[in-house]
């Protein structure tokens, strides 16, 4: 009996079919994907976000979110900056950059932006909770 289905059935064919299509990772979403770039980029999501919570100590829930949204960029930025230079060493010789050469480069722009949103809603929640930042400078610290 023909039920018309094609491909793999078990849950761990299906997992592993849904690598197929899988070209460089930037916009991949689910964790057996992020496993797999880490794997072949050498880039691991857990130590770049164990690096930014280091760095930032975020206090509360909100900058806990924060501060993950800044390392997936940071580790999306890192990934692409491979995936470009991996690019550009095959292509030594083009008379122009191409396709994907162009789709890295639009890719980065649009997690820069993300980047610069998440540093600037850490910002702004921080201030919020510190009405008097110390790297703001104050009537009692400045110099006449």
């Given at each position: 009996?023909?039920?018309?289905?094609?491909?793999?059935?078990?849950?761990?064919?299906?997992?592993?079919?849904?690598?197929?299509?899988?070209?460089?990772?930037?916009?991949?979403?689910?964790?057996?994907?992020?496993?797999?770039?880490?794997?072949?980029?050498?880039?691991?999501?857990?130590?770049?976000?164990?690096?930014?919570?280091?760095?930032?100590?975020?206090?509360?829930?909100?900058?806990?979110?924060?501060?993950?949204?800044?390392?997936?960029?940071?580790?999306?930025?890192?990934?692409?900056a491979t995936m470009e230079?991996?690019?550009?060493?095959?292509?030594?010789?083009?008379?122009?950059?191409?396709?994907?050469?162009?789709?890295?480069?639009?890719?980065?722009?649009?997690?820069?932006?993300?980047?610069?949103?998440?540093?600037?809603?850490?910002?702004?929640?921080?201030?919020?909770?510190?009405?008097?930042?110390?790297?703001?400078?104050?009537?009692?610290?400045?110099?006449?």
């Amino acid at each position: 009996m023909n039920t018309g289905q094609t491909g793999p059935r078990t849950p761990e064919g299906k997992k592993r079919s849904s690598l197929n299509a899988l070209k460089h990772g930037l916009t991949a979403r689910t964790p057996h994907a992020h496993r797999r770039i880490e794997r072949q980029h050498g880039v691991s999501f857990e130590d770049v976000l164990a690096r930014m919570f280091d760095y930032y100590k975020p206090v509360d829930p909100v900058e806990d979110e924060l501060v993950t949204r800044i390392a997936r960029c940071v580790w999306r930025l890192s990934l692409s900056a491979t995936m470009e230079s991996r690019l550009l060493s095959r292509r030594k010789n083009a008379s122009k950059p191409g396709v994907s050469y162009e789709r890295i480069l639009k890719y980065e722009r649009l997690v820069d932006i993300h980047l610069h949103r998440a540093l600037e809603a850490l910002n702004k929640h921080r201030g919020l909770n510190n009405p008097n930042p110390q790297n703001e400078t104050t009537p009692s610290s400045r110099q006449a």
